[in-house]
C-alpha cells in the first residue's frame, strides 16, 4: 500500500511540473512564441500540446539508459575473478560498520528551565540518527543531496497554499503562503517558516516541512522576503538580506489579527532565516511561544570567513552566489551596479554591491555587525532550540571558526542547543530519504504547545514574569575596531495586505530551481 501510494504522489509530482512547464511555454513574448515555433519545427509537432509528449519521450528515454547501465554493471560484477568479489564484501562490510559507529544519539546541550524540560518529553533527542547512506560520507554529500529536495516536485507536495502579499510602510512587498485559510480553520497555534537563502515558500524542503506542521495540528505559513519568491519583483530599493528582521513586526501583527486574539506564534528559521529570526527576537523579544533555528550562522564574520578559507569553499561560495545573481536580474535590479553584480564571485561580493548601500551600511563588516543576533540572546523569553551539525559545510559549527554549544547556551536558560554529528547543511535525510531535522522541529513544537499555557497573557505580565538579569554577551568582551553603529529607535512597521488572499500554483523558478 505504501508503495502505491509513493507511486501515485511521483506521477502527480510530476504531471504538475509538466502544468507548469506548459503554463511557461505560453506565447506571452515574443521570444517564447519563437522558441515555441522553433521546437514545433525541428520535431515535427502538429501542435504546442506535442512539446508534452517530448518530455514523456525523454523520461522514458532516460529509464531506459539507467535500466541498460544497471545491467552492464550487473553483468561486469558477474565476471569479476573471486579475490576480486571478496574485497568488494569486505568494503561493504567495513562501511556499514563505520556507518552503524557513525549513527549515534543527537548531543543536546541545555540549562535547566522550560526548554530543558520540554526536550525531555521530545523523542528525537533519544532516538539514534540514522543518516542516509549518502549523507554518512560527508557534510557536501549531504548538502548536495539536499537540492534534489529543492523543485516542487522534489518532495512530492502537492498542496498549493494560499498567497497573501503584504505591503510595508516603505513600499516593500512580502508575502505570506498559508498552508490552509486561516479564515476557514479554528486552529490558534501558527508555525511560521522564514526559509534561507535562495529559497522561498516555493522550494520542496520548505512545502515539506509546512505539511508537517499542518499535519501535527499548527497553522502552517511560509514568509516570502522582499523579491523572493510569492512576493514578486521589488517594490523598493531595498532587497532582500539579513536586514529583513526590521520588516517582521508588522508581518507578525498581521498574523495575529487574522487569526485572532488566542494566537500562539511558533517560529521556525532556516539557514539564514534562523540568523534573521535570533536577531529579531534578541533585538524586539516579541511575544512567542517557541522558536527554532537550523542550521543558522551565529556569527555572520565567521561564516563569511569559512566560506573563504579554501578553494573547495571558495568553490561553494561562488555556486550560492549564482542564484542570487539570477535572483537579482529576475526581482527588478532596483539597487546595485549591473557590472559589479554580474563580476561578483562571493556572496560577500553581491552583500557589498546589492545589500549594503541601501539598508544603510558602510561595508559588509557593518552589515554583518549590525545583524549578528546570536550574541544578543541574553534577554530571550521564549523557548529556542538550535538543531545543527558538526559537518555542516557551509556554516562552521566545528572548528577554528565556530562558536560552541556552551557558549550559546550560557547566555540564557531558554536555550538549547542539538548537534548531530552528521547531516550536512539543512539536510539532515534519514535512511528512508525523509528530513529528521523536520521532524525534530515538529515535535519541539508540539511539545512545546502542550507544556505552554494555551492562552497568552498580556505583555507587561509576560515580561514581568520573565524578568531576569541579562547574561553578558560573548561580543562584549571582544575588542572593537570601530564603535558600533547607532540608529535611532524606529516604530514598529506595518503590514498592509495589497490583494485578497487565494490560491497560487508556483512560478516556474520555484519550481526547477526552488529559488
Given amino acids: 500500500m505504501r508503495s502505491v501510494r509513493a507511486w501515485c504522489l511521483d506521477a502527480a509530482s510530476k504531471g504538475v511540473v509538466i502544468v507548469v512547464i506548459a503554463r511557461a511555454l505560453q506565447p506571452r513574448i515574443n521570444f517564447a512564441a519563437q522558441l515555441m515555433l522553433c521546437l514545433e519545427r525541428t520535431l515535427r509537432l502538429r501542435s504546442r500540446h506535442d512539446a508534452l509528449m517530448v518530455l514523456a519521450r525523454a523520461d522514458n528515454?532516460?529509464?531506459?539508459?539507467?535500466?541498460?547501465?544497471?545491467?552492464?554493471?550487473?553483468?561486469?560484477?558477474?565476471?569479476?575473478?573471486?579475490?576480486?568479489?571478496w574485497a568488494g564484501a569486505g568494503a561493504c562490510v567495513g562501511y556499514l560498520g563505520a556507518y552503524v559507529a557513525l549513527s549515534q544519539k543527537p548531543r543536546t546541550t541545555s540549562r535547566k528551565g522550560v526548554t530543558q524540560d520540554i526536550l525531555e518529553r521530545c523523542e528525537f533527542t533519544r532516538r539514534r540518527y540514522w543518516p542516509h547512506p549518502?549523507?554518512?560520507?560527508?557534510?557536501?554529500?549531504?548538502?548536495?543531496?539536499?537540492?534534489?529536495?529543492?523543485?516542487?516536485?522534489?518532495?512530492?507536495?502537492?498542496?498549493?497554499?494560499?498567497?497573501?502579499?503584504?505591503?510595508?510602510?516603505?513600499?516593500?512587498?512580502?508575502?505570506?503562503?498559508?498552508?490552509?485559510?486561516?479564515?476557514?480553520t479554528s486552529r490558534t497555534d501558527v508555525a511560521v517558516v522564514f526559509p534561507g537563502l535562495n529559497n522561498s515558500s516555493e522550494t520542496g524542503f520548505v512545502r515539506s516541512l509546512l505539511a508537517q506542521l499542518d499535519g501535527a495540528g499548527f497553522l502552517a505559513v511560509a514568509y516570502d522576503y522582499r523579491g523572493a519568491g510569492a512576493s514578486g519583483v521589488l517594490t523598493s530599493t531595498k532587497p532582500y538580506s539579513a536586514d529583513a528582521w526590521r520588516d517582521f513586526d508588522g508581518v507578525l501583527n498581521h498574523v495575529r489579527q487574522e487569526v485572532g486574539p488566542k494566537t500562539r506564534l511558533f517560529l521556525v528559521g532556516q539557514s539564514l532565516g534562523g540568523a534573521i529570526l535570533a536577531k529579531y527576537l534578541s533585538s524586539r523579544n516579541p511575544s512567542v511561544a517557541a522558536a527554532c533555528t537550523v542550521s543558522s550562522p551565529r556569527s555572520f564574520a565567521a561564516s563569511s570567513a569559512q566560506m573563504r578559507s579554501g578553494p573547495l569553499a571558495r568553490l561553494q561560495n561562488f555556486l550560492i552566489a549564482v542564484p542570487l545573481k539570477v535572483s537579482w536580474f529576475l526581482s527588478g535590479r532596483k539597487s546595485g551596479r549591473k557590472r559589479d553584480v554580474i563580476f561578483a564571485r562571493s556572496i560577500y561580493d553581491i552583500e557589498a554591491a546589492v545589500i549594503c548601500k541601501p539598508w544603510g551600511h558602510a561595508n559588509p563588516e557593518a552589515y554583518y555587525e549590525a545583524n549578528d543576533g546570536y550574541a544578543d540572546l541574553g534577554r530571550l523569553s521564549c523557548p529556542l532550540l538550535c538543531v545543527q551539525s558538526e559537518d555542516d559545510n557551509v556554516v562552521p559549527f566545528s572548528g577554528k571558526y565556530a562558536i560552541s554549544d556552551a557558549t550559546l547556551v550560557n547566555l540564557s536558560p531558554f536555550i538549547a542547543c542539538c548537534t548531530t554529528l552528521l547531516g550536512g547543511h539543512l539536510s539532515f535525510l534519514d535512511w528512508r530519504g525523509r528530513s529528521w531535522a523536520d521532524r525534530a522541529v515538529v515535535e519541539f513544537f508540539a511539545a512545546a504547545a502542550r507544556r505552554l499555557p494555551a492562552a497568552q497573557s498580556s505583555e507587561d505580565e509576560r515580561r514581568k514574569r520573565t524578568k531576569m538579569r541579562r547574561s553578558p554577551s560573548w561580543r562584549e568582551a571582544a575588542p572593537r575596531a570601530s564603535p558600533p553603529e547607532k540608529r535611532p529607535p524606529q516604530k514598529p512597521a506595518?503590514?498592509?495586505?495589497?490583494?485578497?488572499?487565494r490560491r497560487a500554483l508556483p512560478s516556474v523558478k520555484g519550481v526547477l530551481a526552488g529559488m
Fill in 61 to 85: 528515454a532516460l529509464r531506459h539508459k539507467l535500466e541498460e547501465l544497471l545491467r552492464s554493471i550487473k553483468d561486469r560484477l558477474a565476471t569479476l575473478p573471486r579475490s576480486a568479489r
Fill in 134 to 184: 549518502v549523507t554518512a560520507l560527508n557534510g557536501a554529500c549531504a548538502t548536495l543531496q539536499l537540492g534534489s529536495r529543492m523543485p516542487y516536485a522534489g518532495c512530492g507536495v502537492l498542496t498549493a497554499p494560499y498567497v497573501e502579499r503584504l505591503q510595508l510602510d516603505d513600499g516593500g512587498t512580502v508575502a505570506l503562503s498559508w498552508w490552509r485559510c486561516p479564515h476557514q
Fill in 494 to 501: 506595518a503590514a498592509t495586505p495589497v490583494s485578497e488572499r
